[in-house]
């Protein structure tokens, strides 16, 4: 196990049960412990408390989970520093902080600006929306173009990027 394979920032994104969240805490896992997990998700229905906890259940006793469902950009300033970071993921928080009426771009300005703040390193799970059909209603629509853009923004700042497809890596940067 290294101290830290890791560079500061890594940004990992794919569709879908692409094999992302697996590959991005195999990355974590490969630093010392301990690790930091910041969970977006919430488990609004049966399906997604499923989903949630069969990625508990992959997750060892080294894993420290925090909750941030809307404040991720404090969570990340509160623990950005303590080693190993994995942020799972940027879909969620942006669609809780869509649904909960929040200022879109305040919001997003926060997380970039607690991303390049934070010592890191720090690994970033989020999903590519854009390659799908366009929506067929104009939420659906807003969301797919803002994480698209939310997507750009962290890419931008990020030291490596990785697209996973069908559960294998392609380094983008």
């Given at each position: 196990?290294?101290?830290?394979?890791?560079?500061?920032l890594?940004?990992?994104?794919?569709?879908?049960?692409s094999?992302?969240?697996?590959?991005?805490?195999?990355?974590?896992?490969?630093?010392?412990?301990?690790?930091?997990?910041?969970?977006?998700?919430?488990?609004?229905?049966?399906?997604?408390?499923?989903?949630?906890?069969?990625?508990?259940?992959?997750?060892?006793?080294?894993?420290?989970?925090?909750?941030?469902?809307?404040?991720?950009?404090?969570?990340?300033?509160?623990?950005?520093?303590?080693?190993?970071?994995?942020?799972?993921?940027?879909?969620?928080?942006?669609?809780?902080?869509?649904?909960?009426?929040?200022?879109?771009?305040?919001?997003?300005?926060?997380?970039?600006?607690?991303?390049?703040?934070?010592?890191?390193?720090?690994?970033?799970?989020?999903?590519?929306?854009?390659?799908?059909?366009?929506?067929?209603?104009?939420?659906?629509?807003?969301?797919r173009?803002?994480?698209?853009?939310?997507?750009?923004?962290?890419a931008?700042?990020?030291?490596?990027?990785?697209?996973?497809?069908?559960?294998?890596?392609?380094?983008?940067?």
């Open positions: 196990m290294n101290a830290s394979p890791l560079p500061r890594t940004f990992v994104l794919g569709g879908a049960r094999g992302k969240s697996r590959y991005a805490e195999g990355l974590v896992m490969d630093c010392a412990p301990p690790w930091v997990y910041i969970a977006t998700a919430q488990a609004h229905d049966d399906e997604m408390a499923v989903r949630i906890a069969e990625h508990r259940q992959r997750r060892d006793g080294g894993w420290r989970t925090v909750e941030a469902p809307l404040d991720l950009p404090g969570a990340i300033a509160a623990h950005g520093s303590e080693g190993p970071v994995l942020i799972d993921c940027l879909t969620l928080w942006l669609s809780n902080v869509m649904l909960t009426g929040r200022d879109l771009v305040a919001e997003t300005q926060r997380l970039i600006a607690a991303l390049r703040n934070a010592d890191g390193p720090i690994v970033i799970v989020s999903n590519e929306v854009g390659f799908g059909i366009v929506p067929d209603n104009a939420l659906a629509r807003k969301f173009d803002a994480q698209g853009r939310l997507n750009m923004q962290v931008a700042i990020a030291d490596r990027a990785v697209l996973i497809a069908a559960g294998l890596p392609l380094t983008l940067k």
